[in-house]
């Protein structure tokens, strides 16, 4: 099992700091990441926000590829609908060539109504512009041409340069814990990225896929909220403000999209967050959450947020330290090498 790190670049307003200074201070954190031993380091995109959130995710892999030997770096996730393919797959090429081979993209669909207003693209197009993404990024990164003749995109003859440095092509991931994105990457072969609350049925639709299309078996990776600390209770007041910005957040871009929202579950204080799915504990604690969910859920990679919007640069170092130096020997450190 590997163990990758997780950054969205979110500046919110009670936590402001310059985005210069928020930049720098998280490239050196990732930086000595790559020194610790995680194997990937994952980025997401949102646009048109109050908070910063990472809008130009190539550029700030780019940065990182020039800042690191060994973790690979990935995209989790773009929003495929919101990006020109054939620009993506020109721009995803030229960052795995600087990173010496070491991307990988993960893509979805997306859901924030403001976001495909704004770039004038019909929400309800959103599923078939993502299928003729994935077939149009492996056409541009294979073959010398690219001729396609979709609903959404029209290419005849095209040439799209330079080729990624990874052959056949840098693994592209589908994001989203719904059946439609279980089928959707399995039909393609692409690896799977369920979110953390998935039903369990979305692993069985994926591999059943799989095999279907006559795939063989990918990786499956998910997401836990996970803070190691000394101390559980002054752990969880270091982190629970934090948490709770993002679940509010969340549960208000889910209610504008409409077709998210989880009526009756809302929160009014962050005591009232699940410690069962915010795991904030010594490394004995998490080790344990961790061995639980992957006994519940088989996955390949486990993707943490190293540093919660907002967090101390200080407090979100000493997690990670304490998760290279006790957690992941227990899960064996060779095998979290890519």
Known sequence: MRFDIWYDFRNPGQWFRDPATLYAETLD????????GFSCAWMSEHHFTEEGYLPAMMPMLAAIA????????????????LHHPLRLAEEAAVVDLLSGGRLELGIAPGYRVNEFEAMGISKSERGARTNETIELLIQAWTQDRVDHH???????????????????HPPIWIGGSTAAAARRAGRYGCNFMPDSGSPAEVYSIYRDELAKHGHGDREIATNMVVYVCEDPERGWEDVKDHYFYVYQTYQRWFAEAGDLIQVGNELTHPDQLSRETHIVGTPEMVIAAIESRRQRFPFDRLV??????GLDI????????????????????GGNQP
Do not use: C, Y
């Open 29 to 36: 954190q990732i930086s000595w990441a790559d020194e610790l």
């Open 66 to 81: 020039m800042r690191t030997k060994r973790l690979r770096l990935g995209t989790a996730v773009l929003l495929a609908p």
């Open 150 to 168: 979709g609903a959404h995109f029209d290419f005849t003859d095209v040439p799209v340069k330079p080729h990624p440095a990874q052959r056949p």
């Open 304 to 309: 943490f947020w190293a540093r919660p919007p």
């Open 314 to 333: 200080e407090k979100s170092s000493r997690s990670l330290e304490l998760f290279a130096t006790e957690v992941l020997p227990h899960f064996d450190q």
